[in-house]
Antibody, heavy 119, light 106 residues
Framework: QITLKESGPTLVKPTQTLTLTCTFSGFSLSISGVGVGWIRQPPGKALEWLALIYWDDGERYTSSLKNRLTITKDTSKNNVVLTMTNMDPVDTATYYC???????????WGQGTLVTVSS | DIQMTQSPSTLSASVGDRVTITCRAS??????LAWYQQKPGKAPNLLIYMASTLESGVPSRFRGSGSGTEFTLTISSLQPDDFATYYC????????FGQGTKVEIK
């Protein structure tokens, strides 16, 4: 049974750096083809893919936010960390992490964590 | 970057109706398309991948079709549990979601 859960601050101030952790179980991030991605959703708006890390440490980022994002993994701890610098109120959103199946789709998702950016 | 455009943005329908949602890609993505269902306050749920392959456990009233740049999601007979927002997603080149289609009660 694959499960994922996001954790991190619920409130950050503008210009601060956000650090979110995705802790997962039921799979290994050392298996070929597997990845963990981050997706966000502003209130009432659409889903936006942010970043993904592969079993082989390959990293992928959305072009619009590439300069602000870093994704890392700790295979021994079964977690993936996303950092986003220079947070702005427009970054207020629910942030999800998700398991990338070998064929490319996100088949299991965490429950999401709402992050509000406000002074 | 590949852009995904869904239509309509909102769809009003009744239980038992046949419902069709369209998704267009800004360039050819082959069959690298997935559909997700999302209910308020919940994470998205994978329905279909590879444009037409039903995810395990998803009712057969959901059907996906298309290839290249045009895709459709059809619900053959809308059930009460199907009122939700639906998103298409390309995974040919990184990942991009459509803007969503809300299926609401007529």
């Amino acid at each position: 049974q694959i499960t994922l859960k996001e954790s991190g601050p619920t409130l950050v101030k503008p210009t601060q750096t956000l650090t979110l952790t995705c802790t997962f179980s039921g799979f290994s991030l050392s298996i070929s083809g597997v990845g963990v991605g981050w997706i966000r959703q502003p209130p009432g708006k659409a889903l936006e893919w942010l970043a993904l890390i592969y079993w082989d440490d390959g990293e992928r980022y959305t072009s619009s936010l590439k300069n602000r994002l870093t994704i890392t993994k700790d295979t021994s701890k079964n977690n993936v960390v996303l950092t986003m610098t220079n947070m702005d109120p427009v970054d207020t959103a629910t942030y999800y992490c998700a398991h990338r199946r070998g064929n490319g789709v996100f088949d299991f998702w965490g429950q999401g964590t709402l992050v509000t950016v406000s002074s | 970057d590949i852009q995904m455009t869904q239509s309509p943005s909102t769809l009003s329908a009744s239980v038992g109706d046949r419902v069709t949602i369209t998704c267009r890609a800004s360039q050819s993505i082959g069959s690298w398309l997935a559909w997700y269902q999302q209910k308020p306050g919940k994470a998205p749920n994978l329905l279909i991948y590879m444009a037409s392959t039903l995810e395990s456990g998803v009712p057969s009233r959901f059907r996906g079709s298309g290839s290249g740049t045009e895709f459709t999601l059809t619900i053959s007979s809308l059930q009460p549990d199907d009122f939700a927002t639906y998103y298409c997603q390309q995974y040919n080149s990184y990942w991009t979601f459509g803007q969503g289609t809300k299926v609401e009660i007529k």
